[in-house]
């Protein structure tokens, strides 16, 4: 990707019915989570045997010497067993923000639990999964820190395990939402559905040959033609180099917003040996004024322990 002028820019559980793709750790763990298998370090895009991350984020400004980066803050930490499988993940709130520790166990390579509580040991939700038929149907029990049921969540997949549809209950067993998946060549739609039955957004995601998001639009009913899109590109190693985004969300998602403007968003990376990224740089591009430009906003850098050494 050419870039010109300066340097260039988890609820229920694991629950899969997120229908927005939003870039962290490549994807983030919510956006990737499988409520069947749960979450690997390759789904992160981490690759050899990584036992932990720990990711800082600071802030970049613009001076006449170029970017000035402010105070590091650690912002997350990921910790993996042998097999690959995310066993802890402590989302942290920021400058003396309570942090969220969530706790995954697993039978027979199976997600069978998840325990979130507050960094002083609150409990805060717990959620456990039960697999029938090899996996074709999954319930999800989701209890707050007193153990009351909250609701259920049910998913359903085909005989290729891809997900057909994602039902959402509350504790009274009273439809909350359906989800339905639709499937062809390179592509992925999930329709919503509210307790009435009637649709009230959807999603089409498109994929590149290497299963990669290419393009992901979401819409809601009422605003079929203002879709709210983003596109990325790879690199070679898989990382996201390039998001732009075009259209608005409306009425029928949680977000609200004015129409904005197009936007673009760049990634650079510094690897290390093994090849995964020790430092991401994210910059924005800067169109208005006489400087179109690339503009440096954040940096985020990833201590990773491999086990072994």
């Given amino acids: ?41 390759q789904d992160l895009g981490l690759v050899g045997n990584v036992a932990m991350v720990v990711v800082e984020s600071a802030q970049l400004f613009e001076s006449a010497s170029g970017p000035v980066e402010g105070p590091r803050v650690v912002v997350e930490t990921m910790g993996f067993g042998e097999d690959g499988l995310l066993r802890q993940w402590i989302q942290y709130g920021g400058v003396g923000g309570p942090g969220v520790v969530h706790e995954y166990a697993y039978e027979n390579g199976f997600l069978a639990a998840e325990e979130t509580s507050s960094e002083v040991g609150r409990a805060i939700e717990q959620t456990t999964y039960v697999h029938e038929d090899g996996g074709k149907r999954t319930t999800a029990e989701v209890r707050s820190g007193r153990k009351q049921l909250q609701k ?40 919503r559905y509210d307790a009435g039955g009637e649709r009230v957004s959807w999603s089409i995601k498109k994929r590149d040959g290497k299963g990669r998001p290419v393009e992901v639009s979401l819409y809601s009913q009422g605003a079929e033609d203002s879709p709210y899109t983003t596109t990325y590109e ?9 998001e732009a985004t075009s259209g608005q969300l409306t009425l029928g998602f949680i977000v609200f917003t004015s129409p904005p403007a197009p936007t673009k968003t760049s990634y650079e990376y510094t690897l290390d040996d093994a090849g995964n990224w020790t430092k991401r740089v ?16 954040q940096a985020a850098y990833r201590r990773i322990g491999y086990y072994g050494e």
């Fill in 234 to 242: 790879y690199d070679a190693r898989g990382n996201a180099t390039l």
């Fill in 1 to 41: 990707m050419e870039r010109p002028g300066r340097g260039a820019r988890l609820t229920a559980g694991l629950c899969a019915a997120v229908m927005v793709l939003l870039p962290w750790m490549g994807w983030t763990i919510r956006e990737t989570a499988d409520p069947l298998h749960g979450v690997c370090r």
């Fill in 152 to 191: 259920r969540v049910v998913y359903e997949r085909d005989g290729a395990g891809k997900l057909q549809s994602v039902i959402e209950y509350n504790a009274e067993g009273t439809l909350i939402s359906k989800l339905v998946y639709s499937y062809k060549a390179g592509e992925e739609r999930a329709d």
């Fill in 282 to 297: 994210t910059s924005i591009w800067v169109s208005g004024g006489k400087d179109p430009h690339w503009q440096e906003t």
